[in-house]
């Protein structure tokens, strides 16, 4: 008995004239599996990313804070405000600082304008310092 393919098995492997050979690397991407579950790597990372707890601040330390925000905000010098930024995916967030002139308190709006316009609600205030009294 006679294999089927016998009258081509020994031909040479066409090689198209046309198109550029692929490469083997992008060859073998074709067979990759795909992934069953969209999304999956993003969740875990998300899962493992670190937030902060925001810390609530006592009275005392709120009307020690609110007496060094309005000093800052009279003196026109460049302050250091350090802030609880929450996070929009999850619970907790980060703290930030952020180095400037604090233009305006707005009571209404509660919250500290600084001159290059950024905004910073109050309540999410934890510090203010003078740049030069900065460690």
């Known amino acids: 008995m006679t294999d089927k393919y016998e009258d081509i098995i020994h031909l040479p492997h066409h ?3 046309k198109y550029p050979q692929m490469p083997v690397s992008d060859r073998a991407a074709q067979f990759i599996p795909f ?3 969209t999304g999956y790597e993003d969740a875990v990372e998300e899962t493992a990313r ?8 006592d009275e005392t330390q709120k009307n020690l804070l609110d007496d060094l925000l309005r000093s ?9 405000v350090l802030y609880f930024q929450p996070d929009k995916r999850k619970a907790g967030g980060a703290y930030s600082m952020k180095t ?5 308190i707005d009571e209404y709006g ?10 910073i609600p109050i309540e ?4 203010i310092n003078d ?3 900065i460690v």
């Open 15 to 17: 090689v198209s004239k």
């Open 35 to 37: 992934m069953a579950l």
């Open 50 to 57: 670190l937030t902060d707890r925001k810390i609530d601040l």
């Open 72 to 80: 800052a905000s009279e003196s026109g010098e460049t302050v250091a």
């Open 100 to 104: 400037g002139i604090i233009k305006k």
């Open 110 to 119: 509660n919250c500290v304008k600084m001159e290059d316009g950024t905004e």
């Open 124 to 127: 999410d205030i934890m510090d």
């Open 131 to 133: 740049e030069l009294h």
